[in-house]
């Protein structure tokens, strides 16, 4: 099982990927539907983190697919632009969340 990240900035999705988690970088609400819709076709993939704008562009959708669906589960991270963290906030929450220090 792995991880998967839906990102709407590259420096997101750049530390994701040097924690070994792939992913791709978009921008519009039909393309947060297109990757959300790959990544559930993957068996392979467990956990889908989104980030936070994204998420605001498609929240009834991906709140439907959490109450929804068993798999993958969909996790909403902070990005570089997020509500007021300190700006190492998405280094400590893959610190936290998979033990990789980045």
């Not at 439907?64 to 632009?81: A, G, M, S, T």
Request: charge should be neutral.
């Amino acid at each position: 099982m792995r991880f998967y990240v839906i990102s709407d900035n590259v420096d997101t999705q750049v530390g994701m990927r040097l924690a070994g988690i792939e992913g791709v970088v978009v921008h519009e609400a039909n393309e947060v539907r297109q990757a959300l819709q790959t990544a559930m076709d993957q068996e392979d993939i467990a956990v889908v983190l989104i980030t936070e704008t994204l998420l605001s562009l498609c929240s009834e959708m991906i709140y439907n697919l959490k109450l929804n669906r068993k798999r993958p589960l969909i996790v909403e991270i902070p990005d570089r632009h997020g509500n007021g963290r300190t700006k190492d906030s998405i280094t400590r929450y893959v610190r936290e969340a998979i033990g990789v220090k980045i």
